[in-house]
């Protein structure tokens, strides 16, 4: 099993609606990234949080809302998405250690769609 | 512009037979390399980390580093269907910074035929 966890799975939602997806690490990371990936195409980075603290933010429309509660959780919250932001959605974590750190933990993702 | 370029494939391998994966990268002061596996629909998985130039082995998993030319590989001995999935090599360049963040390259989708 992964130990980052995303929920839901799986997402159906309406434009007009609005939804969260939840992630959550138990190991000590303290840099947690989103990510959006469409179909056969790589991760596109979103949002960066580093201590708890948004450290990039890559022109994202503000229809996506990301927060960090606290070290283990990451939450992008969604409103009046449209039904191109339809893809699959990745939540990962890294040990912050400049240069040399050890990559990524990504979670499962969540599939989400946009009707 | 920090780029991370791979060939994109897609690379086809009779079940048995060695693949090898290529990638480069913009940023000469790079220090960390890692190839992830992505299976379709799935999210991707660590399988190599590779900081120091030459060769580093897993399984049948070896990873290639050379930093002069700015070059990083994957090689896969003994391919399995198993192993047929798309290959995304990750370049830390945020050099100075604590971020830890990568940049992705486009992948390479490989296929093991049976």
């Known amino acids: 099993d992964t130990e980052v966890t995303q929920t839901p799975k799986h997402l159906v939602m309406g434009m007009t609606n609005k939804k969260s997806l939840k992630c959550e690490q138990h190991m000590g990371h303290r840099a947690m990234y989103w990510y959006k990936q469409k179909a056969k195409k790589p991760p596109e980075l979103m949002f960066v949080?580093?201590?708890?603290?948004?450290?990039i933010n890559e022109s994202v429309p503000s229809r996506f809302s990301p927060e960090c509660p606290n070290s283990s959780l990451l939450n992008l919250h969604l409103h009046a998405l449209q039904p191109e932001d339809s893809a699959l959605y990745l939540c990962a974590s890294s040990q912050v250690q400049g240069a040399g750190g050890d990559g990524y933990t990504f979670g499962s993702g969540t599939r989400l769609t946009v009707v | 512009q920090k780029e991370v370029e791979q060939n994109s494939g897609p690379l086809s391998v009779p079940e048995g037979a060695i693949a090898s994966l290529n990638c480069t990268y913009s940023?000469?002061?790079?220090?960390?390399f890692f190839w992830y596996r992505q299976y379709s629909g799935k999210s991707p998985e660590l399988i190599m980390s590779?900081?120091?130039?030459g060769d580093k082995e897993d399984g049948r998993f070896t990873a290639q580093l050379n930093k002069a030319s700015q070059y990083v590989s994957l090689l896969i001995r003994d391919s399995q269907p198993s192993d047929s999935a798309t290959y995304l090599c990750a370049v830390n360049m945020d050099r100075g910074s604590t971020l830890g963040r990568l940049y992705f390259g486009r992948g390479t989708q490989l296929t093991v035929w049976p």
């Open positions: 949080y580093s201590y708890e603290k948004l450290s």
């Open positions: 940023d000469r002061g790079s220090q960390s």
């Open positions: 590779i900081y120091s130039n």
